[in-house]
């Protein structure tokens, strides 16, 4: 779900509204192939009262892969990274939530990591350094993670013309 509107202060306009990139959901679909592959095994087996049992073991697995899966999904639906005129905004929680603002003025360095699998697929780390109380924080899984310092450094820019008339 998009960051709620109501949650802006007056004047604050939302520069990149994001969620997690789909690598989030790597391992759920990496198990749920490898129960696709159980599956098809227990299929095979020759005697009918192991090839139940085979099945009923692949069916449990399964629906708690699927459980999982519909955790991970809730987990990625309420994540939001957030990029607004006046700071940086990141907020998760299905049940309970937890956030963390970031006010650009704070902001004093942006740095990305990347590997190679992450370049290829276009996800990474985001490292913001901040004057505050926690001084470094890491968002792990951001799309794209070049093209968002670049978002949150044009804010900066344009949050210290207006507030600070250029200087």
């Known amino acids: 779900m998009p960051f709620p509107r109501r949650l802006l202060n007056d004047g604050e306009v939302i520069a990149l509204d994001m969620r997690p990139h789909w690598w989030f959901f790597a391992r759920p679909i990496a198990t749920g192939l490898l129960l696709v592959v159980a599956f098809a095994g227990a299929l095979k087996i020759g005697n009918d009262d192991a090839r139940s049992v085979s099945l009923y073991a692949v069916a449990a697995v399964a629906v708690v892969w699927a459980a999982w899966l519909m955790v991970r ?10 990029v607004t005129s006046d700071r940086l905004i990141f907020r998760a929680g299905v049940l309970g939530k937890r ?18 699998w992450d370049r290829i697929i276009g996800s ?15 968002f792990t899984d951001i799309p794209h993670p070049d093209a968002v310092q670049q978002v949150i ?8 013309v207006d507030n600070h008339g250029g200087r």
Request: without cysteine; negative net charge.
């Open 73 to 82: 999904f809730l987990r990625w639906h309420t994540t939001n990274f957030v």
């Open 99 to 116: 956030g963390q603002e970031i006010p650009l003025e704070r902001v004093n360095d942006i740095s990305f990591d990347r590997t190679l």
């Open 124 to 138: 990474g780390d985001l490292l913001i350094e901040s004057a505050g109380e926690r001084g470094q924080q890491t």
């Open 153 to 160: 450094y044009r804010e900066i820019k344009r949050d210290s």
